[in-house]
């Protein structure tokens, strides 16, 4: 199992480009996440979807829209990035069951908006 | 609304020293805690979890936690640490009815003296 991947490693943007964040997982979650992380910050929840074909905001979902594309998938898309979404974002899933157990993260994706 | 303090930014410990690193917590119930390690450049792993029963739990890499409800406390404690535990450590708190979103706190970035 290659668990949580996220495409690309990195990138570098120009204030206003667009691009979409790829995550995928095989462990068969069927809840997934996308959260970025900023010095002193943490990390926070930009969307998440609880289910397939179910996606809710966070805490800071404003710029971003996702999709969740089946159940393996959750894309992140920023329209028209701005500087202040120069992050490093990271995708995590968890299998969603009665009690409660962990998220697991993939490597990130370190975004640069000039 | 939970949420989680982690006070110490950074802390600098001997190898073979002792090691606790602080985390508060806000939650109106018995939440779920966890801890997470973010080595430079990686994505987070989790060390350990905390649920219910014995508020003493151990996890990954000789590392443990205690739950005090009193305190509303959850620091990680390793009675030795090496050189490779220097990394970002990360609390997070989860609710434990409806749909579990974590919290997490800013981090505590450990760094290890020879």
């Known amino acids: 199992n290659a668990g949580v991947t996220q495409t690309p490693k990195f990138q570098v943007l120009k204030t206003g480009q667009s691009m979409t964040l790829q995550c995928a997982q095989d462990m068969n979650h069927n809840s997934m996440y996308w959260y970025r992380q900023d010095p002193g910050m943490g990390l926070r929840l930009i969307y998440y979807s609880a289910s397939e074909g179910t996606t809710d905001k966070g805490e800071v979902p404003n710029g971003y829209n996702v999709s969740r594309l089946n159940k393996r998938e959750f894309s992140l898309r920023l329209e028209s990035a701005a500087p202040s979404q120069t992050s490093v974002y990271f995708c995590?899933?968890?299998?969603?069951?009665?009690?409660?157990?962990?998220?697991?993260f993939g490597p990130g994706t370190r975004l640069t908006v000039l | 609304a939970q949420s989680v303090t982690q006070p110490d930014i950074h802390i600098t410990v001997s190898e073979g020293a002792s090691l606790e690193l602080r985390c508060n917590y806000s939650y109106g119930a018995t939440p779920y805690l966890f801890w997470y390690v973010q080595s430079p450049g990686q994505g987070l792993q989790l060390l350990l979890k905390y649920f219910s029963g014995d508020t003493l739990v151990q996890g990954i890499k000789g590392f443990e936690a205690e739950f005090k409800r009193s305190q509303s406390s959850f620091n990680l404690r390793k009675p030795s640490v090496h050189w490779s535990d220097a990394a970002e450590y990360f609390c997070?708190?989860?609710?434990?009815?409806?749909?579990?979103?974590?919290?997490f706190g800013t981090g505590t970035r450990l760094l290890v003296s020879p």
């Open positions: 995590a899933s968890r299998l969603l069951l009665a009690g409660y157990n962990e998220q697991f």
């Open positions: 997070a708190v989860g609710r434990n009815t409806g749909f579990q979103k974590l919290v």
